[in-house]
């Protein structure tokens, strides 16, 4: 990725999860992804899919919580109200990411217990041109 990419998805995350203190940066672990980060602590990373030529990113962050605090939990750590959890209909082990009724990615849990989940938000090329 290069600058101008990380500058305009960085854009792009602090808008759709409402807060200005995120910051993407080139990955550490691989050179090819960007870390990103809230304050000095990583919170994520994004990965970049070039398959079927349309260039497309993948943010990935983990979530430590358990599913009945997982509203609140993102709330505080994004310093935001406006970020809702909304149930999948008969899906109990996945959810919906909103910012005003605005769809931003899905929350899964990662084990059949939900101690923890991962949110994946995909990136499309086109939502980095309108920044």
Wanted: proline share 5%; aromatic share 6%; glycine share 8%.
């Amino acid at each position: 990725m290069d600058k101008a990419e990380l500058r305009k998805l960085q854009e792009f995350l602090r808008k759709s999860l409402d807060n200005q203190g995120i910051k993407v940066a080139p990955g550490k672990r691989n050179p090819d992804d960007a870390d990103v980060q809230l304050g000095e602590r990583r919170i994520g990373a994004i990965t970049v899919d070039d398959e079927d030529g349309d260039r497309s990113f993948s943010f990935e962050m983990k979530i430590p919580v358990e599913r009945p605090v997982l509203q609140d939990y993102l709330r505080r750590l994004f310093e935001t109200a406006k970020l809702t959890v909304v149930p999948r209909g008969q899906k109990g082990d996945s959810a919906d990411l909103t910012n005003g009724g605005d769809f931003l990615g899905v929350i899964s849990s990662d084990d059949p217990k939900a101690k923890s989940f991962t949110l994946q938000m995909a990136i499309l090329d086109f939502d980095l041109d309108e920044l």
